[in-house]
């Protein structure tokens, strides 16, 4: 059976915190990102939806079913919304990919929204309190950025990794700095301009600073530990975004006289053994590459989330990859990460990259909160 193929993909301009898109929710950025997506998939017709969205939480039921009706999708159409943290838009995309090589589906709408802006705080009052003060949880916080399993925050988590694999604040932070110049560089290229549709006049991504330096990076304070490596200038920004595309049968899109951007060749998900996440992006990896009987040197481009800095810089050493075709247009510390909006503009970004240089295989890999990771394994459709 020929592999299922990307005809389409569009994500919103990434907002900073409190920033410029604070006033947009993450079902307006999601159907912002889908109508755009399916404006681009021509006349293909979805017949499924696999939304991942992290901050749920006053969001309203089944933020994928909302998500789609605004961007125009029959109200006949089932959505499932998925939260498997930052890899939701991932899962969607290997979700979907089964479906169509199952022969259930011809053409998905996939991706991811969240605004961390608007996740709410939240008070246990319900038969909780008959007197006195009460404490507000902050949702993004305990819902996004702090691991269910063991009660740690992620960026205690990673503090840990850091030690434990010798990954210092130098490397860090030259790493955030390469970020920032190749997102500098990827937007003043018009690389971007193939991605974004703007929002309420917000054209741009809101993150990106291109006169940052070494001196400014090391003069930030350690977040998470005392004495600790990570930093809000190493590690990905907290942001406001989403990113959808169309999945589908080829030759469905072949009927239609689509050409596809991309096949998704194939995906894998790891887990465990236990909650940390600087190495699962590269088991991932490994595991998807061995389903398709190829190795690291047959890949030419990768996306690794960069949740932390620690992480990418862990995944290059352990895959042994070139710097020079990993992130080649920046990364969430340059971007932002809007959680579950994060993974599929990972694989949009990859996708399109590999058709602008003509490389034939590609991976985008990635953790996430509770120590899983998941990759995605791309081919271009032009070869």
């Known amino acids: 059976m020929r592999p299922p193929v990307i005809v389409s993909a569009a994500r919103t301009p990434i907002g900073k915190l409190n920033g410029a898109l604070a006033g947009v929710s993450a079902r307006r950025l999601g159907a912002a990102a889908a109508a755009e ?28 079913r909302s998500i789609a009706f605004d961007a125009g999708v029959s109200l006949q159409v089932p959505a499932i919304t998925l939260n498997d943290v930052c890899l939701a838009g991932a899962s969607a995309v290997r979700l979907a990919s089964m479906a169509i090589r199952l022969g259930e589906s011809q053409a998905a709408l996939v991706g991811g929204a969240d605004s961390m802006t608007r996740a709410p705080h939240a008070v246990r009052l319900r038969g909780a309190v008959k007197a006195g003060d009460v404490d507000l949880v902050d949702l ?35 790493f955030a700095l390469r970020s920032h110049r190749r997102a500098a560089q990827a937007r003043q290229e018009g690389r971007f301009a193939d991605e974004i549709v703007p929002v309420d006049s917000v054209g741009d991504d809101e993150g990106i600073r291109s006169d940052t330096d070494l001196q400014r990076l090391g003069s ?21 975004g989403a990113s959808m595309g169309v ?13 596809p951007i991309v096949q998704v060749v194939a995906s894998s998900v790891v887990a465990g053994p236990d909650v940390s996440l600087h190495l699962k992006p590269a088991r991932a990896a490994e595991k998807v590459l061995a389903a398709a009987g190829l190795s690291v040197a047959d890949i030419g481009l990768w996306e690794v989330n960069e949740a932390y800095a620690g992480v990418v810089i862990a995944t290059q050493r352990d895959l042994g990859l070139d710097e020079e075709t990993v992130n080649v247009n920046g990364g969430a510390i340059a971007l932002g990460h809007p959680l579950g909006g994060s993974a599929f503009r990972l694989i949009m970004s990859l996708a399109l990259q590999m058709r602008r240089d003509a490389v034939e295989f590609g991976v985008a890999t990635l953790c996430g909160g509770g120590g899983q990771g998941e990759a995605v394994l791309l081919r271009f459709a032009g070869r």
Do not use: K, W
Not at 53 to 60: I, P, Y
Not at 143 to 169: F, P, Q, Y
Not at 221 to 236: D, K, L, P, Q, Y
């Open 140 to 174: 993004m916080v305990h819902d996004g950025l702090t691991c269910a399993i063991s009660g740690d925050g992620m960026g205690v988590i990673a503090e840990t990794a850091n030690t434990a694999l010798g990954i210092g604040r130098a490397e860090q932070d030259a």
């Open 247 to 259: 999945l589908a049968n080829a030759d469905y899109a072949a009927s239609l006289g689509l050409e």
């Open 37 to 64: 997506a399916l404006s681009r998939a021509g006349d293909a017709s979805v017949d499924s939806v696999l939304i991942g969205s992290v901050l749920q939480a006053a969001g309203g039921q089944n933020p994928a």
């Open 220 to 240: 930030l304070r350690s977040v998470f530990a005392e004495g600790g490596s990570i930093t809000a200038g190493n590690a990905s920004q907290l942001s406001d």
